[in-house]
């Protein structure tokens, strides 16, 4: 049973950084691709950023390119996201997700799904 755990979230100034991590259980191979989305209140969760897991393959959402950077750690069982030059409307819950194979941008395409964590962003 795979199970994910995010970190990391809270209050930060625009213009701060915040690094989220999403810790990994049950992951049986390096297959997987894990995936970052966040929701905002009265909005549909929406697509981050991704990364597979065997190569270190990313990618990410225009809104959030060139300011949030996803890794991994060596074991292969950890992804962060490090965010900088936060935005208000990076505001929102950032959830972390699985699924076994190629990257997807769709959140129906991911399995396995973390509680959340909240982050915001004052201006």
């Known amino acids: 049973q795979v199970q994910l755990v995010e970190s990391g979230g809270g209050l930060v100034q625009a213009g701060g950084s915040l690094r989220l991590s999403c810790a990994a259980s049950?992951?049986?191979?390096?297959?997987?691709?894990m995936g970052w989305f966040r929701q905002a209140p009265g909005k549909e969760r929406e697509f981050v950023s991704a990364?597979?897991?065997?190569?270190?393959?990313?990618v990410y959402a225009d809104s959030i390119k060139g300011r949030f950077t996803i890794s991994r750690n060596y074991a292969r069982d950890t992804v962060f996201l490090q965010m900088n030059s936060l935005k208000p409307e990076d505001t929102g819950v950032y959830y972390c997700a699985a699924r076994v194979g190629l990257i997807k941008r769709e959140r129906d395409q991911y399995n396995y799904w973390g509680q959340g964590t909240q982050v915001t962003v004052s201006s």
């Open positions: 990364i597979r897991l065997y190569d270190g393959t990313a």
């Open positions: 049950g992951l049986t191979f390096s297959g997987y691709t």
